[in-house]
């Protein structure tokens, strides 16, 4: 008969096994815009932030009299609100608490969670609610398709700085492989094929994602009024018709619509006739002007974004001060067929009374975004992949 012996069960606690970490790339990308908690508490926990202003100008020569040409301004501002209130509970009672080592633990696995919904939350709003988009019918291969969203943000005068290219694994490293097979470079094919890293491409910073959204892609065809005052949003900075004077947020516009069945929050569209502009001079891109749906309030209407602002002649201070270089931007290079949180002029010609919408559907895609140092903090519009 085998001898038998009582066995000793140990747990190496010092000594943790390998784990898992969020690489974190879209929140890293953003800086954090401080507000003092008294004031956000008092003020309902949103605070509003002032657009910069835009002006006209006029041809007056020095000692010309221009007293009829003053123009005045028009104050718009966003709301920045506080959202979320994400929390990672975990119970200890008193006797458990006299092991530290556990409590460090539980805290550091609280933190990674905690800092991983930020960077969900960056990607999806940015993914639900870009407006730039450059249509690619297949995955991103190398430097045409980064070219093109170069291009999309010039044509609206989106600064050349702080521009960052956030792609899925597959993607990146798709790129990766075109850029590994370029003989006539120096050191950039080398580093692609021993390290699949990208860099730089057409001004834009890559990064690869360890995931990304995916939406599956449909196909919805609908008909709005582009006519009149369905079509012609006119931003204002403030409001009074639900009593009091407030603040009015203009990223947004309802429309009305014969049906949306089978549009959903995120889908992306163009109007005929309704083309882009850039930001500081007005003048026409030529391409059509691309709309996201931000809600689905009922069954004939749409929240979009931006608000359609029509084109004239003698713009109002509001729509002058409406049609602004974006401080936030996000772009898509979408495989099927994006939402900048600041208002953008479409400027629309020969409408007619109604127009169908062509729906790029849903898609997965490749973020694109462009933060400024000092504004990027408040990514309340900010990645669907």
Request: aromatic residues 8%.
């Amino acid at each position: 008969m085998a001898n038998e012996f009582s066995k000793e069960e140990r747990v190496a606690f010092e000594q943790m096994t390998e784990g898992f970490e969020d690489a974190l790339v879209l929140s890293r990308n953003v800086s954090v815009y401080n507000t003092d908690s008294t004031m956000m508490e008092r003020a309902n926990d949103t605070i509003w932030r002032p657009m910069p202003y835009i002006l006209s100008s006029i041809d007056g020569a020095p000692r010309t009299d221009i007293s009829g040409s003053y123009q005045t301004a028009t104050q718009l501002s966003v709301p920045a609100t506080l959202g979320f209130n994400k929390t990672a509970p975990w119970t200890l009672d008193a006797k458990e608490l006299r092991d530290a080592l556990q409590e460090n633990r539980l805290g550091t696995a609280a933190r990674q969670r905690l800092a991983s919904d930020i960077n969900i939350a960056v990607m999806n709003v940015a993914a639900a609610q870009g407006t730039v988009v450059v249509k690619r019918t297949a995955a991103a291969t190398g430097f045409d398709d980064v070219a093109e969203l170069d291009t999309a943000f010039n044509e609206l005068g989106v600064m050349s700085e702080d521009r960052y290219l956030a792609l899925s694994s597959r993607d990146y490293n798709g790129m990766a492989s075109n850029l590994a097979g370029r003989q006539t470079m120096n050191q950039k094919p080398t580093t692609a094929y021993e390290k699949a890293y990208v860099g730089t491409v057409s001004g834009f910073e890559t990064y690869k994602m360890d995931y990304a959204n995916r939406i599956a892609a449909q196909t919805a065809s609908i008909t709005i009024d582009t006519d009149g005052a369905n079509i012609d949003y006119v931003p204002a900075a403030t409001s009074t018709s639900v009593g009091g004077q407030i603040n009015v947020d203009n990223r947004t516009q309802t429309i009305s619509c014969t049906t949306n069945t089978g549009v959903v929050a995120g889908d992306c569209f163009t109007i005929a006739g309704i083309n882009s502009v850039h930001h500081i001079t007005k003048q026409d891109t030529g391409q059509l002007k691309t709309f996201r749906v931000i809600s689905v309030p009922s069954t004939t209407s749409l929240v979009i974004s931006p608000p359609i602002i029509s084109a004239s002649s003698a713009p109002t201070d509001p729509e002058l001060c409406s049609q602004l270089s974006v401080q936030h931007c996000c772009g898509y290079l979408v495989e099927r067929s994006s939402r900048c949180n600041q208002p953008i002029l479409a400027q629309g010609r020969n409408r007619v009374d109604a127009r169908s919408l062509r729906w790029r559907s849903r898609w997965r895609h490749y973020a694109a975004l462009h933060f400024r140092s000092r504004y990027r903090a408040d990514v309340d519009q900010a990645v669907r992949h």
